[in-house]
């Protein structure tokens, strides 16, 4: 047979809930967090999207009206060889804008 132990105090005392200390060293640091970029920078970062899109559109179509006919004035027009990439370049430019801006 084995013996419980059985501990006996003399003095009650008052128990008060437990608080972290870590908590009110956090709230007394804790700074306002800034963010980097403003609603400035989402809107040229979008008009930047948008202008890159865009330059990937005017790069699209030019099909063949003839599966037997070459047409080198649809595949290399002005269009796509210089206005698209033009545009694309535009769009990447603002992105690096609306990145650098404060």
Known sequence: MSKKKVVVTTQ???????????????????KKIEMVFK????????????????????????????????DDSIIYSWRRTVLAPVVILIGLGMQVYAIFKK
């Open 39 to 70: 609603k400035d920078n989402f809107i040229w970062m979008g008009i930047g999207i948008a202008l890159i899109a865009l330059g990937m559109i005017l790069m699209l179509g030019g099909s063949m009206p003839s599966p037997d006919v070459w």
């Open 12 to 30: 009650k005392k008052k128990t008060s809930p437990t608080t972290s200390r870590r908590g009110q060293k956090e709230q007394k640091n804790q």
